[in-house]
């Protein structure tokens, strides 16, 4: 992994939040945190990466509410077409 997304991953890991690294299908991804859960996403498929997050989410219990329930989704949504147009 490079450095810049490792930095990004331990910056995540201090916040009191989840970080999901959304990771394109066939690409190797090495130095994660040990546990550390990852999306894999194939842009022509991307609805089984969409519900293993939502998945982990809710298993985390941050799913309490049905406005963070949206909130996550639009984030996810965003951060999957982000990843498509690459």
Do not use: C, W
């Not at 498929?45 to 997050?53: D, F, G, I, L, R």
């Amino acid at each position: 992994m490079p450095v810049t997304m490792q930095r990004e991953m331990r910056f995540a890991a201090q916040l009191p939040r989840p970080a999901i690294p959304i990771v394109l299908r066939g690409l190797a991804v090495n130095g994660l945190l040990p546990g550390q859960p990852v999306s894999t996403l194939d842009p022509f498929n991307p609805v089984p990466a969409e519900q293993q997050m939502i998945e982990y989410l809710q298993s985390l219990n941050l799913a309490k509410s049905k406005h963070q329930t949206g909130v996550a989704l639009v984030l996810l949504a965003v951060g999957l077409l982000a990843l498509a147009k690459n």
